[in-house]
């Protein structure tokens, strides 16, 4: 059974076929696969390839020609979940997913560069993954201004999704710094490193779409499966 906070099918659907696109693992003018054979071989129904196929089409990102095909349509500002997720599996595109691990109410770590008003914030451990497979460890922090209260239970796939529809918060941008950092003891033993190991580490600052800076955070990555990616178009 699907966690209750993730993305339907069809949309993880749609949002690792537009991370393969900015990959360039499918490339602008590429005819995709026949529908079924397509679907079969993500192991999903035609329908639900089908939704996600129109998510695109409706994105500006596919043709549909009727009796031809589909044929990728590549783009600079594809509308995506992840449009500022910036981690990929080492040979490009991978779908994001996540565990949360925990959510705490607590002082803001100092560790973090200033954001928000608040001297709390509500602090968010989780696992990440790329299409499956471990990828980083991640400690998020919203501005305690921003909620009273946040349930686990609540968390999507997404936070930049889940601040958008139940906080009204829409992140326009964020500034990201990459360092390296011991691997925190909180980290859990899933993870393919153990605690205290240095490992690249992205500091990222967030700001809502009236210019307040309301989240901060630290991902620890594996550099052996996944690196980080910025593209400039």
């Given at each position: 059974?699907?966690?209750?906070?993730?993305?339907p099918?069809y949309?993880?659907?749609?949002?690792?076929?537009?991370?393969?696109?900015?990959?360039?693992?499918?490339?602008?003018?590429?005819?995709?696969?026949?529908?079924?054979?397509?679907?079969?071989?993500?192991?999903?129904?035609?329908?639900?390839?089908?939704?996600?196929?129109?998510s695109?089409?409706?994105?500006?990102?596919?043709?549909?020609?009727?009796?031809?095909?589909?044929?990728?349509?590549?783009?600079?500002?594809?509308?995506?979940?992840?449009?500022?997720?910036?981690?990929e599996?080492?040979?490009?595109?991978?779908?994001p997913?996540?565990?949360?691990?925990?959510?705490?109410?607590?002082?803001?770590?100092?560790a973090?560069?200033?954001?928000g008003?608040?001297?709390?914030?509500?602090?968010?451990?989780?696992?990440?993954?790329?299409?499956?497979?471990v990828?980083?460890?991640?400690?998020?922090?919203?501005?305690?201004?921003?909620?009273?209260?946040?349930?686990?239970?609540?968390?999507?796939?997404?936070?930049?999704?889940?601040?958008?529809?139940?906080?009204g918060?829409?992140?326009?941008?964020?500034?990201?710094?990459?360092?390296?950092?011991?691997?925190?003891?909180?980290?859990?033993?899933?993870?393919?490193?153990?605690?205290?190991?240095?490992?690249?580490?992205?500091?990222?600052?967030?700001?809502?779409?009236?210019?307040?800076?309301?989240?901060?955070?630290?991902?620890?990555?594996?550099?052996?499966?996944?690196?980080?990616v910025?593209r400039?178009?």
């Amino acid at each position: 059974m699907a966690h209750p906070g993730s993305l339907p099918l069809y949309q993880q659907i749609a949002e690792l076929l537009i991370r393969d696109i900015a990959a360039g693992r499918l490339i602008d003018g590429e005819r995709l696969p026949p529908e079924r054979d397509m679907a079969s071989n993500m192991g999903i129904a035609v329908g639900t390839l089908r939704q996600a196929l129109k998510s695109l089409t409706e994105k500006g990102l596919l043709d549909r020609v009727q009796g031809s095909g589909n044929y990728i349509r590549a783009k600079a500002d594809a509308a995506s979940v992840y449009a500022l997720f910036r981690l990929e599996r080492v040979e490009g595109g991978g779908l994001p997913t996540a565990r949360v691990l925990s959510v705490d109410r607590c002082a803001k770590n100092p560790a973090l560069p200033p954001f928000g008003a608040h001297h709390e914030g509500h602090r968010i451990r989780r696992l990440r993954f790329l299409s499956g497979k471990v990828a980083a460890v991640e400690e998020i922090w919203l501005d305690g201004a921003e909620a009273e209260r946040i349930a686990q239970a609540d968390l999507s796939e997404s936070l930049y999704l889940y601040y958008r529809q139940r906080l009204g918060i829409w992140i326009a941008r964020a500034e990201d710094s990459i360092g390296q950092g011991p691997l925190p003891d909180w980290a859990p033993a899933e993870f393919p490193h153990r605690p205290g190991t240095p490992l690249p580490r992205i500091t990222r600052v967030s700001w809502a779409q009236d210019g307040r800076s309301v989240e901060a955070s630290l991902t620890w990555y594996d550099p052996e499966t996944v690196r980080y990616v910025a593209r400039l178009k």
